[in-house]
Structures are given as C-alpha cells and as structure tokens.
C-alpha cells in the first residue's frame, strides 16, 4: 500500500465548474500537507500549505485536512481552462521539506 | 527573483552510458532537493542537502546515482551507469529553511 493515495485521473470538467481534487494517506505522522500544479513539462508550483487539520482558503483555491480521516481534498472554484494541469497532493511529517507526493490527478477543464 | 535553475532540459542517452545533471538553486537558499519523477507518478525524492551537507539520501540508489552539493551552492547529480528505468524527469527543489521547496523545470532523461 502507497502512503499517499490519489485517483490519477483523468478528471474533465466544463469552465466554470468546482472542481475537487482528493488524497488520502496512511502515515498519522504527517501533519504537513501540501498541493502543486504541475503543467506539461514544467516543474510543480506550490499551491497551497496547510499545517494539521482545518480550512485554508486563497483565492478560488481551499484546502480542506481531515487528519481523523487520513483525507485531505482541494477545491477549484470557479474552474478555468488555465487551471488544466496535474495536480500533486504531497505531505511531511515534520517540515522537513522530505515531501511524500501522490501520483497526481490530470485534471481538463474545457471552455 | 529568480527560480530554480537546471540544464541540460533533456537528454537522451543510451543504456550503461553516463550522465551529469547540474542545479543552481534560489539564491540564498540553504536547502536543495533532487527529486525523481516516473512518467505517470509523483516526484520521489532522492537526495536532500543542507548547504553542502546531505541530510538524507536514504532513497539515492548509490551503486549508480551520486550527487553533490559544492561551496554549498549548485549541487550535480550523476548517474553512472544509466539503466532504462532510470528515464524519468529529475526535479531539484530549494528553500530557504524547511518546508516546502521551490521546483525547477527539470531534466528529462531517455535512456534508449
């Protein structure tokens, strides 16, 4: 069993629809939680920084943690074809910046 | 302020040839990652310096992959020799204490 899981994909939404993108772990030991975008042949770009469990709202963007779950989910409002791209959950146990990544959700949005 | 920087972009190469990949990092930051990436999978991570010290390269396969981290600075990763499940994108990352890095574009390797 992968200690992070995550549904590859692919996901195709129309413009304008919310989107969420899901993760879940097996390691109790994470506490930090990440999300990246990652478009075709670019390196991941840093979305979103959560520490524990709770809300963290930028943007169209929130992140949701439920650490009693093992689950943590992203979700995309108003969706953009710009926001087409793959999305990375990836998790720490102790800020150390070691992140264990999931194998990403594909996500389409079209106009 | 800059990114991340990394060359070549790609690279082919055939099995049991040897390769170099080079990093230069955000300026002022302490902490490099290289991380591999399969086609298909998130990025794993290989090796992790802080200045020119490593931290952790308990997941390098050492027997081919070695890196380095000189002047604390640029770091190179070299594989020698390439197998054919060594293709995937190499990622360095940095940060400027822990936490989360910033990636660049990467090196994608094909080994023939």
């Known amino acids: 069993q992968k200690e992070v899981e995550q549904d590859p994909g692919p996901l195709s939404v129309p413009e304008g629809a919310i989107v969420s993108l899901n993760c879940t772990y097996s390691n109790s030991a994470f506490q930090y939680f990440m999300w990246y975008r990652q478009y075709s042949r670019k390196g991941p770009e840093l979305l979103m920084y959560?520490?524990?469990?709770g809300n963290k709202e930028d943007g169209r963007f929130t992140a949701q943690v439920d650490k009693s779950s093992k689950y943590i989910s992203l979700f995309i409002r108003d969706s953009q074809p710009s926001d087409s791209a793959t999305y990375l959950c990836?998790?720490?146990?102790?800020?150390?910046?070691?992140?264990?990544f999931g194998q990403g959700t594909t996500l389409q949005v079209k106009p | 302020e800059a990114g991340v920087a990394q060359s070549p972009r790609y690279k082919i190469i055939e099995k049991r040839q040897s390769v170099a990949f080079w990093c230069n990092p955000i300026?002022?930051?302490?902490?490099l990652y290289w991380y591999q990436q399969i086609l298909g999978q998130g990025p794993k991570l290989l090796i992790q310096f802080q200045n020119n010290g490593v931290v952790d390269d308990s997941q390098l396969p050492k027997d081919r992959f070695s890196a380095e981290r000189l002047k604390g600075v640029d770091s190179t990763l070299k594989i020698q020799p390439a197998k054919l499940e060594d293709s995937a994108v190499y990622l360095c990352?940095?940060?400027?204490?822990?936490?989360?890095?910033?990636f660049g574009p990467g090196t994608r390797l094909t080994v023939l």
């Open positions: 990352a940095s940060s400027s204490r822990t936490g989360p890095g910033f």
């Open positions: 959560t520490y524990s469990s």
């Open positions: 300026s002022g930051h302490a902490t």
């Open positions: 990836a998790m720490d146990s102790s800020n150390t910046g070691k992140l264990i």
